[in-house]
């Protein structure tokens, strides 16, 4: 089965910087695309940035030009580095996983979802 696990949220002030990390792991699985949503108290689950396997990204219009979404495709990695918070950037962060997954409990093109990482920015 295929997990994902996140780390690096925290309590930040406006203005500061912090680096969301997600991890795939399991066995027999290739990456179509990853990325990170948010979901502020109230609020829907949005996108906020995602980049596929050839490279193309795309961010939500709020976080352009602050956020930068990378890969490592080797350690099946995705990062999301966050610039000149807001507080309006709270939310708990969720990394998102598009795989080919070939067993051996899960088969097929499936969506994979982290666990949820909080990120606090104060005013």
């Given at each position: 089965q295929v997990?994902?696990?996140?780390?690096?949220?925290?309590?930040?002030?406006?203005?500061?910087?912090?680096?969301?990390?997600?991890?795939?792991?399991?066995?027999?699985?290739?990456?179509?695309a990853m990325g990170w949503y948010r979901q502020a108290p109230g609020k829907q689950r949005e996108l906020v940035a995602t980049k596929t396997s050839g490279g193309s990204t795309a961010y939500a219009d709020s976080v352009k030009g602050r956020f930068t979404i990378s890969r490592?495709?080797?350690?099946?990695?995705?990062?999301?580095?966050?610039?000149?918070?807001k507080p309006e950037d709270t939310a708990v962060y969720y990394c998102n996983a598009d795989m080919s997954v070939s067993g051996p409990t899960d088969w097929g093109l499936l969506t994979y979802w982290g666990q949820g990482t909080r990120v606090t920015v104060s005013s």
């Open positions: 997990q994902l696990v996140e780390s690096g949220g925290g309590l930040v002030q406006a203005g500061g910087s912090l680096r969301l990390s997600c991890a795939a792991s399991g066995s027999r699985f290739s990456i179509n490592d495709n080797a350690k099946n990695t995705v990062y999301l580095q966050m610039n000149s918070l």
